[in-house]
Structures are given as structure tokens and as C-alpha cells.
């Protein structure tokens, strides 16, 4: 059974960064790509970044571009999302994610991902 954990959320200023990462500790035999996304308090569930399994592909929002990074650790089966330059808007409930495969036109969709983690606080103080 897949089960993911999500770690580094926190209470920072403008400006600071954070670093979430996600843990699987199930077992899979397949993984298309894992993403995160985020929810703020009367919002929908968004998109932030993904990683393709097969080639290391990042995908990004445009909100987030040039300031955050996903990446991975392909012997521990973990995903980190660096988030640099964060803004009040980031502040969020952000969810990893893991689909066991990978379409490049709903990568940013929820609908492409198969199991998801309970989500990590991240607040941003002006």
C-alpha cells in the first residue's frame, strides 16, 4: 500500500524559504510522476510542480516558476519541492502526490494522480 508523508511545512516571513519533502514508504512497481499541490482556506486544490519518473521532466505553475524546484531521490523514493523567494500567496495546505502514470496533458490535474498524502502547512507573514 502506498502511503505518503509529507514534512517541512512551517510558519515563515516573505522573502524565506522552505523545503518540503515526501516520503513513500509504501511499495509500487510503478510510478508515472509525483507533484504537489496546494489548497488555501475557500480555494480549489491547485497545481504547483511535477516530476516525470522516466526522464526527470519538471512541470511547474506559472505562480511558482523560478522560485520553486522539485526534485528526487530515486533510491528512497522522495520528492522535495525547494521553495525559494516565498510570498504571502503561497500560504497554503500543500499535498504530495503520486500517479502511477504519466500524461503530459493532465499532469496538472488532480485527476492524474492516484494516491495523495494528508498535506503540510506552509504560512507566509507579510
Known amino acids: 500500500q502506498v502511503q505518503l508523508v509529507e514534512s517541512g511545512g512551517g510558519l515563515v516571513q516573505a522573502g524565506a524559504s522552505l523545503r518540503l519533502s515526501c516520503a513513500d514508504s509504501g511499495r509500487t512497481l510503478t510510478t508515472g510522476a509525483m507533484g504537489w499541490f496546494r489548497q488555501a482556506p475557500g480555494k480549489d486544490r491547485e497545481f504547483v510542480a511535477a516530476i516525470r519518473w522516466r526522464d526527470d521532466s519538471t512541470y511547474y505553475a506559472d505562480s511558482v516558476k523560478g522560485r520553486f524546484t522539485i526534485s528526487r531521490d530515486n533510491a528512497k523514493t522522495t520528492v522535495s519541492l525547494q521553495m525559494n523567494s516565498l510570498k504571502p500567496e503561497d500560504t497554503a495546505v500543500y499535498y504530495c502526490?503520486?500517479?502511477?502514470?504519466?500524461?503530459?496533458?493532465?499532469?496538472?490535474?488532480?485527476?492524474?494522480?492516484?494516491?495523495w498524502g494528508q498535506g503540510t502547512q506552509v504560512t507566509v507573514s507579510a
Open positions: 502526490a503520486r500517479a502511477l502514470y504519466f500524461n503530459t496533458v493532465l499532469v496538472v490535474s488532480t485527476t492524474m494522480y492516484d494516491y
